[in-house]
């Protein structure tokens, strides 16, 4: 038997970024019966192929009863690839029968809880120097107003630019994402769970997530609250610049180092956590978007949040409306 048939996966959370999905990973990491990568956010496999993505990141005996991933990256791929394209090709490796998680939340603070997540790494503006804002509120601002725009129509468009990061904005139209999947996996194999609502009550969350992948409630799990809010703060352009470094040797390690040892995919991880902890300091600016901007960004995300309170048959006035 070869290890693409050894190892069944029972599901994947799929998305969303910065919705939840490091907290909800952390919990089910130490649940008896559940086989998690030891690395979060694995390499994509899509180039490389499911088999190589199973060498790569699985033990080549499982004994645990349930095999699944959390990563947001594959919600995240629409920059390289096409939303169908990527739900199709899951279906195609993992099988009909997989259950895919979701996690939701308002967009609009998604992408600010992004924005802050970002700037010690680099990755919202091109000079390194720009991303150590005075302010977060306010630098939040001007990046928002940067890409989104008033239509002249009582409307809001996005500029995409010359060098877009487009994909943290684009990630909040939900529907789009999740329409794609339900055109290869059957409604009753999805579970939707709110961001705003996972937070008050986590554990009874994990336990309706837990009977919905066929697993028993571990009394031993650790309900910690948010694991990665983005409460870090850049120190100075060189620190960004070796966060930047250093990410590129997480990838490298996880696209080209081969399988040794669940233990040692941990330590690697564990590593570079301590070393971005070094790199960085503690968020201490709490400022908030302006009201202007937000109402800006709900008027852009208005419709796809319809979309989705169609498609939850629920009504999200109290969480997602401004």
Known sequence: MNK???????FLCVGFAKCGTSTLQAIFQHHKD???????ETYLYFSKGYDWYLKRYYDKTITKKVVGEFN????????TR????IARQIREDFGPELKLIFILRNPVDKLFSWYKYALPYGWIYENPQDNIVPNIGAGFDEYARAQFHADGQGGVVLDMGEHPRTHYALEGEYRKFID???KYFPRENMKFILFEEFIQDEEDYCRDIMDFI??????????SGCANEGNRAP???HSIWCMKAL????????KYVPYISYRTDRAAMDLTTKIECRLTKPLTDHSKMSPETRRLLEDYYRKDKKAVEELLGRDLSQLWFA
Not at 214 to 223: F, H, K
């Open 4 to 10: 693409a048939q050894a190892v069944k996966h029972t």
């Open 72 to 79: 947001p990256c594959y919600t995240m791929a629409v920059n």
């Open 214 to 223: 066929g697993v028993e409630p571990d009394p031993n799990l650790r309900y």
């Open 180 to 182: 794609s999947f339900l």
């Open 247 to 254: 990410n590129k040797l997480r990838h490298w390690y996880n």
């Open 235 to 237: 120190k100075s352009t």
């Open 82 to 85: 096409s939303t169908d394209s």
């Open 34 to 40: 559940i086989y998690l990568p030891a690395i979060k």
